[in-house]
């Protein structure tokens, strides 16, 4: 009996030291949340993908209205947590104000490169390559000569999508036509999350000729892709393969693999392999680039998807240089 009551003893206090060792990863979504079937759920997939191989406690902080988060609610997480990893350009001046407050916290933060301090990993997508292909594919499956763009707001990496998107239609297409507009002024997040406010703008887009709009906008997204199907024209998805949310109209997704991305730097913790500063994802890397177009490859003729692999092969190789030009407006 006296054995049985040792035994009991230990497996508690086993069971006991498990749970109080067990790491606690605090995830900060971007805009619009999960759901948006877009970068926050991509990322998600990859930090469950973690979980399930590491055994960690996940707490999720989801922001305001305004796609940002409050501080405290910031803080409060971060004081729950041994590793905190956020999506979105927005989150920077929190990490830079915080992280150095919690030495022994770590940081991971992707979609902008934060370089100089110690407890801060970033990862950021040389997404202007992959829309750079996507300009290029929409270019030259254009019937009107005109084309569009609509993102979120010009922060930074949706400047990068534009920049991109524009730059390889006209490398392919030198005369074809690129209207671009922007939901919500700078600063301004909530136009990650506006998807009848999306609707209205694609519509317009595609009234006045544009048969092919870009959307890079979260959640706002699917109202866009809703608009394609509704005139009969073509959208393309961003961050996640979206080419199943209205098959046949989503002519392709210019893919960020956020999800290899996240289990890549949660599982460097994980493994005591932990390396501050910025990490790239390119074509190169196989970090961003175009779905397999499952539901229009059968429409666009072999002689494009040939000029795209082209493209795709130069960029790699440096041939085709894509560089990001600031203060695009």
Do not use: C, W
Not at 220 to 226: A, F, P, Q, V
Not at 235 to 254: H, P, R
């Amino acid at each position: 009996m006296k054995t049985v009551f040792v035994t009991i003893l230990f497996l508690l206090f086993t069971i006991g030291t498990a749970l109080a060792d067990q790491p606690v990863v605090g995830f900060v979504t971007g805009a619009s949340g999960l759901g948006d079937l877009s970068f926050n759920d991509m990322s998600y997939g990859g930090i469950r993908r973690a979980q399930q191989e590491f055994n960690f406690k996940l707490i999720i902080l989801e922001p305001e209205v305004d796609g940002e988060s409050r501080i405290e609610d910031f803080t409060n997480l971060i004081e729950q947590s041994d590793i905190l990893i956020l999506v979105g350009a927005q989150h920077a001046e929190l990490v830079k104000k915080t992280a150095p407050k919690y030495p022994n916290k770590k940081f991971i933060i992707s979609e902008v490169p934060l370089a100089g301090m110690e407890n801060v990993s970033s990862v950021f997508f040389e997404q202007g390559e992959g829309s750079f292909l996507a300009g290029a594919l929409a270019a030259l499956t254009s019937k009107t000569g005109k084309i569009g763009f609509i993102g979120a707001t010009p922060v930074p990496p949706v400047q990068k999508f534009e920049q991109g998107y524009v730059d390889g239609a006209k490398y392919a297409v030198p005369d074809i036509k690129v209207e671009v507009a922007y939901l919500t002024p700078l600063g301004d997040f909530s136009g990650f999350n506006a998807p009848a406010k999306g609707y209205n703008v694609a519509m317009g887009q595609y009234r006045t000729g544009a048969d092919v709009v870009f959307t890079v906008a979260g959640l706002t997204g699917n109202g866009i892709i809703e608009a394609a199907r509704r005139s009969g024209r073509y959208a393309i998805g961003v961050d996640s393969d979206q080419d199943s949310l209205a098959k046949g109209f989503v002519l392709t997704s210019m893919i960020k693999k956020l999800d290899v991305a996240a289990y890549n730097e949660l599982k460097a913790v994980m493994l005591g392999e932990f390396k501050s500063g910025p990490t790239s994802y390119g074509l190169k890397q196989n970090g961003v680039g175009l779905s397999e177009m499952k539901y229009t490859r059968d429409k666009i003729p072999n002689s494009v998807l040939k000029t795209i692999d082209d493209i795709r092969n130069k960029i790699i190789n440096g041939e085709i240089k894509v560089q990001y030009r600031e203060n695009l407006k």
